[in-house]
Structure formats: structure tokens, C-alpha cells
């Protein structure tokens, strides 16, 4: 690997997700370091970043070492920690798996991270309560939105209000159903809504459990370039994160 010292190269240990609110953010702070000149770089990459900016967890811990030993800055911008598996009846292999990337996001930010930003005074709060607080600099920004892709409807909406639930994954919730459901028998049952969208990757049980409810619209994944529009059809944003970090 060569170090270019003439440019700022930001490095990223992977490539954007396809679906998700992780990589969205990824991929829109990439687009904007573009347009400020930043070279953008990867593992397979033949040059070694300046800083590396960690969107969570990630298992590519010998490159983060490598890097770091040679003068790379890092800095972990963190969410929240998987909790579910640890109050809901779920799968050994979700248990061991959501462990596994709490383990993961903890070592970068215990031993590797120069800097943290949380995305929130709340996820600040629960990972310092949980696992004390780290003796680097931290900060709280949170997230931005494009509001040239993301704005609302020129016009009012006239009727009965459309709901619409985007989560990037929901497998086998059983919460989320519930929700769903619940809300679906008192609202559309009543008239109330037009209507409930789901947007986002679902499990067999979570599909098989939503299909057939009267006015629930299952619409899966979806390209992320079509969200705008899609979020701009509905009316209320039906939130099922129980805590929304």
C-alpha cells in the first residue's frame, strides 16, 4: 500500500449495504465527500486512508489494525446495541449472530476508534451506561436528510390518511406483526386509514403473517432510489422501532 500525502483519502472497511439505514447514510456521505474532493477508498484499495470512518460494527479488524499502526485515524460512528434476542424468544442462531456484532462494534470502539460520534444523546447514554465511557473524543450528530430528494407533497392529501411502515428488515418480529395488526383493526377496521404499506426485506413467517390482513400492503424491498417518492405517497409514518435509537 502506498500513502498519497498530497490528498485526504477516507476509507470505508465495506462497501455500502443494499438495504438499510446504514447504508444510505453511507452512501450519501460519500456522494458529498466526492463533491469536496475526498478520495474514497477500500481494503482492496492500494492506498492506505488518512482516516477511516467505522458505520457500526465490522469483522475486517486486521485492516483497521493496519492501518492505525501506520498512522490511519479512525473514527466509529455508532447506533444503537442489538438487544432483542436478549428479551424475545428467538433462535440461537440470531442470538449468537447479534452477540457477535455487539462483540465486534465494542472492540472498535474500546480499542481502535480515535473518535466516536453517536448518533444521538440517547444511543451516547446507553452505550456509556452499558459499557462505560471511552477515553477518546465523542460527539452527537444526528442524522441529516437530502431535502432535495426527501420533501414532502406539493398538495394536501384529500380522504382518509394512508400509513406506511419502511423498515430495512423484518424477520420473524413478532412485536412488529402485532403492531401492524393492531393498528390495522383499529384504524382500517374503523375506516380511519386508507390503508397500511409495508416497505422493506421480510421474513417467511413476518410475510405469511401480514399478506392476509385486510388493508396491509406488503411491498418488500424496494431500489433505494425509489423511497422518496414512495415515502411521499403516504401520509404517517408508522415507526416499529421500540427504541428508536
Known amino acids: 500500500m502506498t500513502y498519497k500525502k498530497n490528498s485526504v483519502t477516507v476509507g470505508f472497511p465495506h462497501r455500502a449495504q443494499a438495504f438499510g439505514g446504514p447504508g444510505s447514510f453511507q452512501i450519501?456521505?460519500?456522494?458529498?465527500?466526492?463533491?469536496?474532493?475526498?478520495?474514497?477508498?477500500?481494503?482492496?484499495?492500494?492506498?492506505?486512508?488518512?482516516?477511516?470512518?467505522?458505520?457500526?460494527?465490522?469483522?475486517?479488524?486486521?485492516?483497521?489494525?493496519?492501518?492505525?499502526?501506520r498512522g490511519s485515524r479512525i473514527v466509529h460512528r455508532l447506533d444503537g446495541i442489538n438487544w432483542r434476542h436478549r428479551v424475545l424468544d428467538c433462535s440461537l442462531r440470531y442470538k449468537l449472530r447479534s452477540e457477535t456484532r455487539n462483540g465486534l462494534i465494542r472492540v472498535a470502539r474500546n480499542y481502535l476508534a480515535d473518535e466516536i460520534i453517536y448518533q444521538s444523546y440517547f444511543v451516547k447514554n446507553w452505550w456509556e451506561t452499558s459499557y462505560g465511557r471511552p477515553n477518546v473524543n465523542t460527539a452527537v450528530i444526528y442524522n441529516s436528510v437530502d431535502i432535495g430528494d426527501f420533501r414532502p407533497k406539493t398538495s394536501c392529501t384529500h380522504g382518509a390518511p394512508l400509513l406506511i411502515c419502511a423498515?430495512?428488515?423484518?424477520?420473524?418480529?413478532?412485536?412488529?406483526?402485532?403492531?401492524?395488526?393492531?393498528?390495522?383493526?383499529?384504524?382500517?377496521?374503523?375506516?380511519?386509514?386508507?390503508?397500511?404499506?409495508?416497505?422493506g426485506e421480510l421474513g417467511e413467517s413476518d410475510r405469511s403473517a401480514l399478506s392476509g390482513i385486510p388493508g396491509v400492503e406488503v411491498l418488500g424491498s424496494v431500489p433505494r432510489e425509489s423511497m422518496p417518492a414512495i415515502l411521499r405517497e403516504a401520509d404517517i409514518f408508522l415507526n416499529l422501532d421500540v427504541n428508536a435509537a
Open 28 to 69: 450519501r456521505l460519500i456522494s458529498e465527500l466526492k463533491t469536496h474532493g475526498f478520495e474514497i477508498v477500500y481494503p482492496n484499495s492500494k492506498t492506505r486512508p488518512t482516516v477511516i470512518l467505522i458505520v457500526g460494527g465490522t469483522v475486517r479488524l486486521d485492516w483497521l489494525l493496519w492501518c492505525r499502526a
Open 167 to 199: 423498515e430495512a428488515r423484518l424477520i420473524d418480529d413478532h412485536i412488529s406483526q402485532e403492531t401492524i395488526k393492531h393498528v390495522a383493526k383499529s384504524l382500517y377496521g374503523e375506516g380511519i386509514i386508507k390503508g397500511i404499506r409495508i416497505v
